[in-house]
């Protein structure tokens, strides 16, 4: 804890200088903040074209639906992160900048949360960890620019964890503020009624009576209600595809969990170490059952395409902010100090060597010569409109950019593959022009992919592309023979011209290729 003669130091510091520490402190991390992401500002996940699609279809009059005339179906996550999008798909504004820069803004609101409530909690040194964990995080800048909402929905979840910190230390709150936030979680994802539900309950309680607080509850709770009842009743099923897809998987949850805490080990044992003392005993609470509750969905479910620990920052601002409060709690300042570096050494170097980063840092330009270009050459393609059909594994780019039916064999954008029906049977049944397949090298089809028996479903078509995304990864077009022409003709353009527009003749995972691109952007370079 704070000595005396600490405290009276630190009280005879003028005011203007006092407010100018952290004022500082978020002008040089806001700097940084802004170079790490203009140094992955060129990705763009191919899962957040799935989004795209549905805020297209909206925009179009069509609702959100996959493919335009069949049932709906909710092949996303994240319906308010879709709904963003739909004023500006109808203005024509390219929905990828439009997710990229909402996210930065959100991006650089997380990193003023943070900056002010460790300050406030633990004064400069408090705000320089709970920044400096996050600025020096390398994964941060990815996902601020990946278009998927982890961004805002880490926003929403550290925002509500500082006002449940703020109830239980006796701070005012906005009153309308938890249920707020308790609404915007739940409809940015599902499980975010879960990571927001400490704050408003701790609210709840606090202001238990007061006929204000209960007039919110019911509202929340019919807003709520209202919302959940119109997505069961619009799309058949109280939940999303992606739940009954890959919910349960307890094996894959359980290496998740241990990965992510190694991850954030020093972050955790600091949130944790809040408990310990009475003065922060309220805040840990808080904090701990928003990790807690954040992370126990994906634990379970064993989430995929969790790159460069997509679902662990969901609640890493929240870890940030722990770590940077328990600075008031170490005692000496140079304990503090020290430890305080050590937490963010430690996650600015698991951040650095994440196993995926290589993937991640030269994900972009792959994309763009592979599942871009494949889509805008179907697009270009002279095949009539009622044979302008896909299968295809990766759902994003692909139907996005092609503008064809599409049948996502991964079960994501399929009801029948999501509930169980066999992936081949359904394929075969729809016949479409067009199967996209995955393959390890140049020429070798496999024999079977997410569940499509690949020489079984594609028995008569034809291969008229073989497009290489990166060493060891393929995506393979296979086309009906009536329409193998044209496409191979389309096809073949718009990738030879990605391929030379976008990191021509490198196709190896490595963070030089990333790092000579960055270069290459620069003045002189």
């Known amino acids: 804890m704070t000595t005396t003669a600490e405290r009276t130091e630190a009280d005879a510091v003028p005011e203007p200088k006092r407010r100018r520490g952290p004022l500082v402190v978020l002008l040089g991390f806001g700097a940084l903040f802004l170079v790490g992401c203009w140094a992955a500002w060129f990705l763009t996940i191919d899962d957040a074209f799935i989004t795209f699609r549905y805020s297209a279809n909206m ?116 009153v309308w503020e938890p249920p707020v936030l308790l609404l915007l979680a739940g409809m940015i994802r599902p499980e975010g009624v879960l990571a927001t539900v400490p704050a408003f309950l701790v609210w709840c309680w606090l202001g238990r009576g007061s006929r204000r607080t209960w007039a919110l509850v019911a509202g929340v709770a019919v807003v709520g209600g209202a919302y959940f009842g119109w997505r069961w009743s619009y799309f058949g099923h109280p939940f999303p595809n992606t739940f009954y897809v890959k919910f349960g998987n307890l094996d894959s949850g359980s290496v998740w969990l241990e990965t992510t805490a190694w991850l954030v ?93 290589p993937v991640i840092a030269n994900y972009g330009p792959d994309l763009q010569r592979a599942h871009v270009a494949i889509g805008k050459g179907l697009a270009n393609a002279k095949v009539p409109e009622s044979a302008r059909s896909l299968a295809v594994s990766d759902a994003g780019a692909i139907p996005y950019y092609s503008g064809w039916k599409s049948i996502d064999y991964i079960g994501l954008n399929d009801e029948a593959i999501a509930h169980g029906a066999p992936v081949t049977d359904v394929v075969k049944a729809a016949r479409p022009t067009v199967i996209v397949v995955t393959a390890r090298g140049q020429g070798q089809t496999p024999g079977w992919a997410y569940g499509l028996i690949v020489p079984d479903a594609a028995r008569d078509y034809q291969l ?10 393929y995506q393979e077009v296979l086309a009906l023979p009536e329409h193998a022409a044209s496409i191979r003709a389309a096809v073949a353009a718009s990738v030879d011209e990605a391929q030379r527009r976008n990191d021509p003749g490198r196709y190896e995972d490595t963070i030089d290729r990333w790092l000579d691109r960055l270069r290459a952007q620069l003045p002189g370079g």
């Open 464 to 473: 008229v592309a073989d497009v290489q995304m990166r060493d060891g990864y």
């Open 59 to 174: 925009a179009d009059g069509h609702g959100p639906v996959w493919n335009v005339g069949e049932d709906p179906i909710e092949g996303f996550t994240n319906f308010l992160w879709m709904l963003w999008h739909v004023p500006f798909a109808l203005i024509g504004v390219p929905l990828e900048t439009v997710a990229k820069v909402t996210s930065l803004v959100l991006g650089i609101g997380i990193l003023v949360l943070l900056v002010r409530a460790g300050h406030r909690g633990a004064g400069l040194l408090g705000a320089l960890v709970a920044g400096g964990a996050l600025v020096l995080f390398v994964p941060s800048y990815f996902h601020v620019t990946a278009g998927l909402e982890t961004i805002a929905f880490a926003a929403v979840v550290l925002r509500a964890a500082i006002v449940g910190v703020n109830l239980v230390q006796g701070r005012p709150v906005r």
């Open 265 to 357: 080990a020093p972050l955790l044992v600091l949130t944790a170490f809040l408990l310990f003392r009475k003065a922060s005993r309220g805040a840990g609470l808080v904090l701990c059952s928003v990790v807690l509750l954040t992370g126990m969905t994906y634990a379970v479910s064993g989430p995929t395409m969790d790159y460069l620990h997509r679902f662990a920052f969901h609640a890493f601002p929240v870890l940030c902010l722990g770590a940077g409060l328990a600075m008031a709690q170490l005692g000496r300042r140079w304990i503090a100090a020290v430890t305080g570096a050590v937490a963010v050494g430690w996650v600015a170097v698991a951040g650095a060597e994440s196993a995926d980063l």
